[in-house]
């Protein structure tokens, strides 16, 4: 079946630590998404790819890279710089219509 | 610039009563509309869209929306509440720019009572 695979679906990490959360897509899109969900506000965009190997920063790119070698993967990897990575992080692509398809999402906790 | 405002962090019906989720957005040309539902620890599945064809949209699970341009709102509504409707839900625009990137509404719990 196609869809939008994330892995792991929880990670912890420890303080200083990168860490770097998988998407991968066998849907044949485009482009590719990473949101970050916090309770009570909704998803917000990090960064996004529309083709191979170029991708944009979103609305809070500070301390999070990504790097897209591939048209199936995206995966995103959270920095030491990143002051508060606790969080639900969604992956998402789409291809020429104008809605997303999302996957099953990574937990981030900093220990 | 756009946005997308959802009333109400939390709504409560009983099983069997009319669900009604709101949701006014902004934006300065005619948008491309989505209604999103979240199961705790999942990803966000689409229910339904609206782009710019039939203003009564249906989805799945016996869910609908209405674009109303005058309101600048896309209410989502059930007839009848069933205690797996019990979730997360979440209204979106897309910018208006050459990529699909989606503004998320702040969402809102739905709880179903017995």
């Known amino acids: 079946d196609g869809g939008i695979t994330q892995s792991p679906k929880y990670l912890f990490r420890k303080e200083g630590q990168n860490v770097t959360l998988s998407c991968e897509q066998n849907?044949?899109?485009?482009?590719m998404y990473w949101y970050r969900q916090d309770p009570g506000q909704g998803l917000r965009l990090i960064y996004y790819s529309q083709i191979v190997n170029d991708f944009q920063k979103g609305d809070i790119a500070e301390g999070y890279s990504v790097s897209r070698e591939k048209k199936e993967s995206f995966p995103l990897t959270v920095t030491s710089a990143q002051k508060n990575p606790t969080a639900f992080y969604l992956c998402?692509?789409?291809?020429?219509?104008?809605?997303?398809?999302f996957g099953q999402g990574t937990r981030l906790t900093v220990v | 610039a756009q946005s997308v405002t959802q009333l109400g962090s939390h709504v409560s019906v009983s099983e069997g009563a009319l669900v009604l989720l709101r949701c006014n957005y902004s934006?300065?040309?005619?948008?491309?509309l989505f209604w999103y539902v979240q199961y705790p620890n999942q990803g966000l599945q689409l229910l339904l869209k609206y782009t710019s064809a039939a203003t009564l949209v249906k989805g799945i699970n016996g869910f609908e929306a209405e674009f109303k341009k005058s309101e600048t709102s896309f209410h989502l509504t059930k007839p009848s509440a069933h205690m797996s409707d019990a979730a997360e839900y979440f209204c979106a625009v897309n910018r208006m720019d050459s990529s699909y990137k989606l503004i998320f509404g702040s969402g809102t719990r739905l709880l179903v009572r017995p």
């Open positions: 934006s300065s040309v005619p948008p491309y």
């Open positions: 849907l044949n899109h485009d482009a």
């Open positions: 998402a692509s789409s291809t020429g219509v104008p809605e997303a398809f």
